[in-house]
DNA sequence: GTCTATACCTTGATAGAC
DNA sequence: GTCTATCAAGGTATAGAC
């Protein structure tokens, strides 16, 4: 925290303005010359504090994508059991339900922020398919797969557009979908 | 149809390439230089038969967006009751699967391809809160309607990237997600 | 009716002056 | 740290050749 008469953090400004143009309009549909505008600098002057358009992206997505994937990793090695499942998907949607206000803008621009992870996106595609083929329990047949992955999926309901963000607390969103998700692993002998 | 001996479809050969060059680098990441390249014309010759670039992603996945659109219309003024249910979600699940290739594309490009819907957006969005409405059953409370959005998003697995495409079948993920989504609507008494 | 040449404007990005 | 100037590439528009 810093008092308010600042020398003018230019940086979180940036970081402000992108933020609410790349909710508001989209990542493609905004241009570097709209958020200098807003914040009352140059186009150039931009790139003094981010160094592509991407990067500023990626400031802007960072800790989602980090948090989702510190998530699937911590299925690496563990064993699977009910509980164990249980608790790796809820953590999984607690970090959906923390950034679903910025959920519809993040899936609409998949392609942006795919583009944006670029170095580390075959590490997460793999942590991904570990993490699904964990879920789907020892010994999966394509059947379990196919349950798991709807499974991850049904999580993603948190973030949809369609669902009345107002009238539904988070609470309410976690309990049901976790117990949805539960319901569509696939049950194995104990 | 015309005869194979044509005076060279331009029209479908754009179409063709773009789908080809759309589908391997995404939309953004595709110039319209390059597709004409590939076609051996030129860039303006493109605006001849395509209005914009956004026409010609339309072109490619019109049927797509109406054959969704479709179903989930079919939900309007039709009396809910189980078998309706599964019914709708069995057709919408078909079309899915019908798109089970290009799928990974299409996601990862939904902010164009939104884009390229345009007018239609609002309409889209209308039906297909209506369509989860109806889902959910009659009086549905918001724990009933997170489950139908659920289904709904369970049912998207069989575009996930993650599920390996060679090993799975389409009639085995039809069936095994249609169990799944069903399972997840809310119980209503008859 | 089909295509090309050419030019226009916006965008993301860089170099260098202050 | 910020600006001006400039760049290449992209989407778009049009005038005109055949």
Do not use: C
């Not at 059991?81 to 970090?95: F, G, H």
């Not at 699904?132 to 993603?156: C, F, H, K, Y």
């Amino acid at each position: 925290m810093q008092h308010a008469t600042n020398p003018r953090d230019t940086k979180a400004e940036i970081h402000h303005a992108a933020l609410d143009l790349f909710s508001a309009q989209g990542y493609e549909k905004t241009s570097l010359r709209e958020i200098a505008e807003q914040v009352g600098i140059t186009k150039a002057s931009l790139y003094y504090h981010y160094k592509s358009k991407q990067e500023l992206l990626r400031a802007i997505i960072g800790t989602f994508v980090d948090d989702i994937r510190e998530v699937m990793a911590r299925a690496d090695g563990l064993d699977w059991s009910p509980a164990a499942a249980r608790e790796l998907l809820s953590s999984y949607l607690d970090v959906l339900i923390r950034n679903r206000a910025s959920g519809p803008a993040l899936t609409r621009d998949i392609g942006a922020v795919l583009a944006s992870i670029d170095e580390d996106i075959e590490a997460i595609v793999t942590t991904s398919r570990q993490f699904q083929v964990w879920l789907a329990g020892p010994d999966p047949t394509s059947v379990d797969r196919i349950r798991a992955a709807a499974a991850i999926e049904a999580l993603g309901a948190s973030i949809s557009a369609e669902l009345p963000i107002g009238e539904i607390s988070d609470a309410e969103l976690h309990a049901t979908l976790l117990d949805a998700a539960i319901t569509l692993l696939p049950s194995k002998p104990d």
